[in-house]
């Protein structure tokens, strides 16, 4: 058998069949002869009487019962159908026989290595038991997870390597900056002291004071998507009630200072919910924040529970979303409008946070204003 086991597919097939084909043949031989001789004793076609007296030879027949006749009627059919049955097992022998020499083991550890793959899980080694089609396979199936393993560690040593240079290259600006306002604001205050009058010294300043103002807040802007990168989810048991009404505390204060209204409608719910709040929160945050700088007048909020599911959807009737964004989806540092006191990062963070919670979000515009929709999964 294990010279079967490394044969080709193809040959051991052959090598098999002829082997239980001739099996089944010396068996049908052997049957057939069996039956004739099983009939010949128990019904006999006649018999031979000599004659001492004469010189002729008298064949009689020799008579049988009824149930040797019956008995030797069912020898007759068993002769021919036990040799069909024994081709037939030879053929399901022969099936048994390749799929458990030659196709189970390596079906079974290719089934194995593809689960481990789906899982992301490339730590295991796929071993090869012969050279035939399905050993080949095998061999390729682990070049491939091999060259997967190390692509996985070339990928993750360029994140490690992007981070510390994002963390450096914060790190080293932010000195220079800080250094830079402290300046700025040295300055601004001799002027003070000198003179209370504007002039143009005093506008260049100002004017510096403020850039110097946004590369640190881009500076710090950067670290803070490094660390959602980072994040590590921490989902708890929580009353809907007490989840809706600290929406709505989050809500008062993000209000106190528009005059836009801010319809806020939850859903009823009487069980809890698993999930982490934190996150929850500085979506809503962002979402509504994002809300009352385009909205004219007006933002409705929506939140509700469905599937295992938690949606809130924030809309607004503001100008909408640019069709490039809509078109493009959510990217780092990409702005509705022109605004120089925010870099376009909102619904990054909120679409990195979204994904960190097994969830989505969703942009559309409406006939006015637009609709920003996220799904969370609380089970």
Same mark, same amino acid.
């Given at each position: 058998m294990e010279r079967i086991k490394q044969m080709k597919l193809k040959k051991a097939l052959f090598a098999m069949a002829f082997l239980n084909i001739? !099996?089944?043949?010396?068996?049908? +031989?052997? !049957?057939?002869?069996?039956?004739? $001789? %099983?009939?010949?004793? /128990?019904?006999p076609m006649g018999g031979i009487s000599i004659?001492?007296?004469?010189?002729?030879? !008298?064949?009689?027949?020799?008579?049988?019962?009824?149930?040797?006749?019956?008995?030797?009627?069912?020898?007759?059919?068993?002769?021919? /159908?036990?040799?069909?049955? /024994?081709?037939?097992?030879?053929?399901?022998?022969?099936?048994?026989?390749?799929?458990? +020499?030659?196709?189970? &083991?390596p079906l079974k550890i290719l089934t194995q290595g593809a689960a481990c793959i789906i899982d992301n899980n490339l730590d295991f080694t796929i071993e090869t038991t012969s050279?035939?089609?399905?050993?080949? +396979?095998?061999?390729?199936? $682990?070049?491939?997870? #091999?060259? %997967? =393993?190390?692509?996985?560690?070339?990928?993750?040593?360029?994140? $490690?390597?992007?981070?510390?240079?994002?963390?450096?290259?914060?790190?080293?600006?932010?000195?220079?900056?800080?250094? +830079?306002?402290?300046? /700025? #604001? %040295?300055?601004?205050k001799n002027i003070e002291d000198i003179t209370t009058a504007s002039n143009p010294f005093t506008d260049h300043l100002l004017r510096m004071e403020s850039y110097?103002?946004?590369? $640190?807040?881009?500076?710090?802007?950067?670290?803070?998507i490094q660390k959602l990168e980072d994040i590590?989810?921490?989902p708890e048991p929580v009353k809907w009630d007490s989840l809706i009404s600290e929406l709505k505390n989050m809500l008062c204060f993000l209000r106190e200072d528009t005059q836009k209204q801010i319809q806020f409608t939850p859903a009823k719910y009487e069980k809890n919910i698993l999930i982490d709040k934190s996150v929850l929160f500085q979506i809503a945050e962002n979402l509504v924040s994002n809300a009352l700088r385009f909205a004219a007048a007006r933002i409705d909020i929506l939140c509700s529970i469905s599937?295992?599911? %938690?949606?809130?959807?924030?809309?607004?009737?503001?100008?909408?979303?640019? &069709?490039?964004? =809509?078109?493009?989806?959510?990217?780092?540092?990409?702005?509705?409008?022109e605004d120089m006191g925010h870099f376009g990062m909102g619904l990054y963070t909120c679409e990195l946070l979204c994904q960190k919670h097994d969830g989505n979000i969703t942009l559309k515009n409406n006939p006015t204003g637009a609709t920003v929709s996220i799904i969370l999964t609380i089970e």
């Open positions: 001739t !099996i089944a043949f010396l068996l049908s +031989l052997f !049957i057939i002869w069996l039956c004739i $001789e %099983l009939r010949s004793q /128990i019904a004659n001492m007296n004469s010189a002729h030879v !008298i064949t009689q027949p020799q008579n049988s019962t009824a149930q040797a006749a019956l008995l030797a009627d069912i020898i007759s059919l068993v002769q021919i /159908i036990l040799p069909i049955l /024994i081709y037939i097992i030879a053929l399901f022998t022969t099936a048994s026989m390749f799929y458990h +020499l030659k196709l189970k &083991e050279q035939d089609e399905l050993g080949q +396979l095998c061999t390729a199936f $682990e070049t491939m997870r #091999k060259t %997967l =393993l190390e692509n996985n560690y070339t990928l993750w040593r360029q994140a $490690e390597e992007r981070k510390r240079l994002n963390a450096a290259f914060s790190h080293n600006l932010r000195n220079p900056v800080t250094v +830079l306002k402290g300046s /700025i #604001k %040295l300055a601004l110097t103002n946004r590369i $640190e807040h881009y500076v710090e802007t950067m670290s803070s590590t989810l921490q599937s295992g599911k %938690l949606l809130l959807s924030v809309t607004d009737d503001g100008c909408g979303f640019p &069709e490039k964004l =809509l078109q493009n989806g959510i990217q780092p540092f990409q702005k509705g409008n």
